[in-house]
């Protein structure tokens, strides 16, 4: 009961607190500043000689995929890159942008990311400002804690080196929001490259190799919109030894749009979370990684929401269809695992192992009477049906029979034909087409009742009109197969029809034409993600089978990918267009294929901001309201109600600006409605405890990291217990 009593009593004296201040003018403004080390082994655009004030290097609008400057011209010949000692153009998207993979050798554009926070403090005249006329973040960091880099920076020219300074580097605060108050002013004074983009265009340009130079912006001048938000962007590189001096003023009031985990604007997570330490897995075959910037977790719990991606082999093809290895957790090692091809059943047998379409099997069923199909385990036959379509394309001509012979093929041979066995001179037999019936025909007896007295065993008698002999060769000794000869042995009268064997390989001799027909079932390798041809060669009539990844799978729809089993065939999937970055969405439209449109992000109250950013994706952070009077006071959001919708104010800052009259007196309506938010957030840690509180933080968008900063959400370190860290019974 008394905890309860305490946490009520306790709102009551922070709520009354809250309402009677008033609001002030922010003291200071932090950034986080991302450094870029670089070294003029890695870059050849550091150290080079003396410059000068280059204007124009840079492209005026920022590009909005990679979010840093681009050159107007990547020769390295044109006069304005040789004015900017731009000696190697290529080399200019690492300025900004991390390349640690980067081999170790001359112009790899290696660098070494860093991190910094640059706070700027607020001037009696109610401007941030940064200055530093010694301006040398990184000292003995990146590159240069190794002692024999730090010999780059040395006057070897001068007999007493000059003093140690890491020289070389560049660095951007970028994707910061303001919200356009109708006055601001941004001013720069300093060396080297400095560029300054707001809304995308570039407002500030110092490029090239330069004593100190000064730039200031009246944003007045620039056609922005008052209470619009706008992005802006700064980049600033320092490639030369002499003096590394900066200087920055500005009325601009930066807000972050995210914190990492770790409670940094817009950090990465590695200031808390060191992946080699904090995330190691222990196994070998992972890549580790610390959580994304936004996640949202208490930080205790930090190793249980690191990344862990699966290495890939470098040694072997990812798809390579013959080679399911993988990654030996105890070694580290990629062993390869070689497919074992087995035959789907008894008339394949396994030949060899294609990376790309994986298994291929030699067809078994490959005689000339077979099909090269397998039914049921077995060659299928050619049979009376398939001679017809094999010889006389599908149409049976009634006058003879179709059969296989398992030397030659498929051959036909007359329906109406008489046998050498019981032959008759005097009869004639024909057939007729239409029906294929046979019929008979009698020769009168004096034309076919001669005498043959000389006949050999592959002859019969038959009479000339005058009645002499006139000897025949036996009926069956002409098969009608141009794909065979024929001959009969005189003194046995046996009778042989032998294969020409013109055609080889997977070719065969059409008993009709005599031609040599591709086959090319002969060529099914079993494997159903591959198109098998027979192609015949002209000059020696030889059959070559042809294997190729089947085209028949593709049918033509955009929006479908189309792949193959080697079992089950051809299949169809949906397709699925990945994001292009993190606010690119990706829609398949019929006929187009993957399109992109702008991820959508919604906003949960009025007082707050919802947009995409390329880095994290989907954020949400409080919207600024422009005041009245910008230099003297504050804009204010009131979310919207059952019964009103949302609103910006305007509170005087309290004290006031040395630039501002006094004598203006905040109301206690206003005040209060200006700890509306506030008194929410600690109504939520009071009366729910420290788990309440850190849910309504991460409902803000703000991680749960922050809240352990807090004193009042620790556990007492003198072993009691804290009434605000533990949740009400």
Known sequence: MMKKTFIFLYSCVVLFISVSLAVEQKKSQDFNLRIFDQHPKYNNNFEPENGVLTLNLVKSILNETSGVPELNTMSNLTTVNKNGRIYSPELFKYFFAPNTDAPDKNNSGLNYPLDITLTMNLDDKSNYFYDNQEFFPIDYKGFDENPDFRNFHDDESNSFPKPYHNYHFCA???????????????????????????????????????????????????????????????????????????????????????????????????????????????????????????????????????????????????????????????????????????????????????????????????????TGACIEGKCETKNSKICIDELDKGVEDKCYQYSCDPTVGCKKTPKCQQKSDSYNPCLVVSCDAPTGQCKNTTIPPNECNCTCNSLTKCQVRSCNSDGSCKPLPLPEIEDNNPCTIDSCDDATG????????????????????????????????????????????????????SSKPTTECDKGDTCMVYSCDTEKGCLATPRVCPSKGKCQVGKCVPGKGCQYEPRVCKADAFCLIAECDETVGCIQFEKKCAPDNGRCQAGICKNATDTEEGQCDSVDFDPKPFICKTAAVVSTAVVAGVVVAGAVALGAAIFAGKKGYDAWKASQGVTMATSNANPLYESNPSGGENPIYTSPN
């Open 172 to 370: 951007k605060i970028t994707n910061s929001r303001f919200t356009y108050k109708g006055f601001e002013t941004f001013r720069f004074i300093g060396d080297d490259d400095v560029w300054v983009f707001i809304d995308r265009k570039l407002v500030v340009d110092l490029g090239g190799l330069h004593t100190a130079q000064e730039k200031a912006v009246d944003l007045t001048k620039l056609g922005l919109v008052i209470n619009k938000l706008y992005v802006i962007d700064f980049f600033y590189c320092e490639r030369h030894t002499s003096r590394s001096t900066i200087r920055i003023e500005t009325t601009i009031e930066l807000q972050c749009p995210w914190y990492d985990y770790c409670g940094v604007c817009q950090g990465n997570g590695l200031s808390c979370c060191n992946p080699a330490k904090d995330c190691d897995d222990s196994n070998p075959c992972t890549n580790d990684y610390c959580p994304e910037p936004t996640a949202v977790f208490n930080i205790k719990n930090l190793a249980d929401n690191c990344r862990h991606i699966d290495r890939l082999p470098t040694d072997w093809t990812i798809d390579d269809k013959c080679n399911t290895g993988k990654c030996n957790v105890t070694t580290g090692k990629f062993e390869p695992n070689i497919t074992k091809c087995i035959a789907p059943n008894s008339c394949k047998a396994a030949d060899h192992c294609d990376s790309g379409l994986g298994c291929i099997f030699k067809n078994l069923c490959s005689d000339v009477c077979s």
């Open 494 to 545: 046996t009778i042989t029809h032998t294969p020409t064997n013109k055609c080889t390989g997977c070719s065969i001799c059409n008993g009709v034409t005599g031609n040599c027909d591709p086959i090319d079932k002969k060529c099914d390798d079993g494997n159903r993600c591959s198109t098998d041809i027979c192609i015949i060669n002209k000059s020696s009539n030889f059959g070559n089978c």
